[in-house]
């Protein structure tokens, strides 16, 4: 089992930048990809960036290529996501995701541990 625990989310003007955090307890997180995703309101949830176990190699959604950023300390068991040039469309909740799978994927169903969420919030 792996736990995941969310944290910085909040209320921020368009244009501002955010810094989320996941910390991951349990089983050893370093094996693990580790993804981004987030669900605004009567949306479906979305694939946002993913990060290899390694921190190696990433993958962003086209939507927040330039402005997101994916990083990980595995020393620290804590996957980040920097936000910047925030725009109201990145209104949603964002959820971090733990994958046992070989490779970065882009499908939530092949995550196989989730935290709480939290909310982000960008005002135009």
């Known amino acids: 089992q792996v736990q995941l625990v969310e944290s910085g989310g909040g209320l921020v003007q368009a244009g501002g930048s955010l810094r989320l955090s996941c910390a991951a307890s349990?089983?050893?997180?370093?094996?693990?990809?580790m993804g981004w995703f987030r669900q605004a309101p009567g949306k479906e949830r979305e694939f946002v960036l993913g990060?290899?176990?390694?921190?190696?190699?990433?993958f962003y959604a086209e939507s927040v290529k330039g402005r997101f950023t994916i990083s990980r300390d595995n020393a620290k068991n804590t996957v980040y996501l920097q936000m910047n040039s925030l725009k109201p469309e990145d209104t949603a909740v964002y959820y971090c995701?733990?994958?046992?799978?070989?490779?970065?994927?882009?499908?939530?169903?092949?995550?196989?541990?989730w935290g709480q969420g939290t909310q982000v919030t960008v005002s135009s």
């Open positions: 995701a733990a994958s046992g799978r070989v490779l970065i994927t882009t499908n939530p169903s092949e995550y196989n541990y």
């Open positions: 349990g089983r050893t997180f370093s094996v693990y990809d």
């Open positions: 990060i290899s176990r390694s921190g190696g190699s990433a």
